[in-house]
């Protein structure tokens, strides 16, 4: 069975300092990896994805993540926060040769960032 | 581009009331999905499709029923609603071939809807 965990429910930054947010999967195969964003009252955005081409995965925004398979981690980075990073990020794990083929969402990191 | 589309965003319903969520999508995917997502939690998969005719249960399918007659349209029933089911609603939808290099996961959400049960 598959699972995510996001090892921090709040992170506070000040602007234009790093943004670390921290996930552990855990999944039987070789896994599909993505980190969502949400801002207030809207739908979830696609940030990034690990499909497992190269380890190191840029996304959108400034934002990549790391797949370390050794760690089983895939922690989302930022070299300088800015204010509309303000919002919801959610770590998600997919299986796709279970039969579900559904996705694993982690409970969600909620990013603060301080003027 | 429409992508996903939820109807109602709002809506205020009391207890034993009937209601269907509804969605649609204009990308000619084949999965769709229903998430619910409560405060401080992730979202928690409640029926899912991958075809018109098809439909499974997720992880929290109980007092929900769905149905997929076209592959546009996934509508969410709610029978008897009960306060546990406050809750905000998430339809998403993706192409997921049937080769695994195909298969990338990545689902297109709606923008939610906002269900209240009193």
């Known amino acids: 069975a598959q699972s995510v965990t996001q090892l921090d429910s709040h992170v506070s930054v000040s602007e234009g300092t790093p943004v670390l947010l921290r996930c552990n999967y855990s999944?039987?195969?070789?896994?599909?990896l993505f980190w969502y964003v949400q801002h207030p009252n809207k739908g979830l955005q696609l940030l990034l994805k690990?499909?497992?081409?190269?380890?190191l995965v840029k996304g959108i925004n400034g934002f990549e993540a790391e797949f370390k398979k050794s760690e089983t981690s895939f922690h989302l980075t930022k070299p300088s926060a800015h204010m509309s990073d303000a919002a919801e990020y959610f770590c998600?794990?997919?299986?796709?040769?279970?039969?579900?083929?559904?996705?694993?969402f982690g409970s969600g990191t909620r990013l603060q960032v301080q003027p | 581009n429409a992508g996903v589309t939820q109807t109602p965003k709002f809506r205020i319903l009391k207890i034993g009331q009937s209601m269907t969520l509804q969605c649609t999508q204009d990308?000619?995917?084949?999965?769709m999905y229903w998430y619910r997502q409560d405060p401080g939690m992730g979202l928690k998969l409640i029926y899912y499709?991958?075809?018109?005719?098809?439909?499974d249960k997720g992880e929290v399918p109980n007092g929900y029923n769905v149905s997929r007659s076209t592959t546009e349209d996934f509508p969410l029933r709610l029978e008897l609603a009960a306060p546990s089911q406050t809750s905000v609603y998430f339809c998403?939808?993706?192409?997921?071939?049937?080769?695994?290099?195909?298969?990338?996961?990545?689902?297109?959400f709606g923008e939610g809807s906002r269900l209240t049960v009193l």
């Open positions: 998403a939808s993706s192409y997921l071939g049937t080769s695994g290099a195909t298969n990338t996961g990545e689902l297109f």
């Open positions: 499709s991958v075809g018109a005719g098809i439909t």
């Open positions: 998600v794990v997919s299986d796709p040769d279970t039969g579900r083929r559904a996705l694993t």
């Open positions: 990308m000619n995917h084949n999965y």
């Open positions: 999944s039987s195969y070789s896994p599909s």
């Open positions: 690990y499909t497992s081409a190269a380890t």
